[in-house]
């Protein structure tokens, strides 16, 4: 049974950073597109960036150049380093992993809030 257990969300000031973890168990990590994505109250759900098994790495717009993803797949956990936090990046966060041609799993997600 695959499990994602992420970790790390807290709440912290308009300029701080925050590093959450995404653990994963039951399967092999290093083969998986690994995500992460948040979802604000009343939104959508949205991709935040991803990084691919070869470790090529994609980001929203929205946090280019403040967040960074990366994976260390000897210890089957990804991670999302997020600096210069604003309000606008409070949300819930989930970790995913995905592969072409089978259904994606989810974690169970962690809060972040910016707020002073």
């Known amino acids: 049974q695959v499990q994602l257990v992420e970790s790390g969300g807290d709440l912290v000031q308009p300029g701080g950073s925050l590093r959450l973890s995404c653990a994963a168990s039951?399967?092999?990590?290093?083969?998986?597109?690994m995500g992460w994505y948040r979802q604000a109250p009343g939104k959508a759900r949205e991709l935040v960036a991803y990084?691919?098994?070869?470790?090529?790495?994609s980001y929203a717009d929205s946090v280019k150049g403040r967040f960074s993803i990366s994976r260390d797949n000897a210890k089957n956990t990804g991670y999302l380093q997020m600096n210069s936090l604003k309000p606008e990046d409070t949300a819930v966060y989930y970790c995913?992993?995905?592969?072409?041609?089978?259904?994606?799993?989810w974690g169970q997600g962690t809060q972040v809030t910016v707020s002073s």
């Open positions: 995913n992993l995905g592969r072409p041609g089978t259904s994606p799993y």
């Open positions: 039951g399967t092999i990590f290093s083969i998986y597109v």
């Open positions: 990084i691919t098994s070869g470790g090529t790495t």
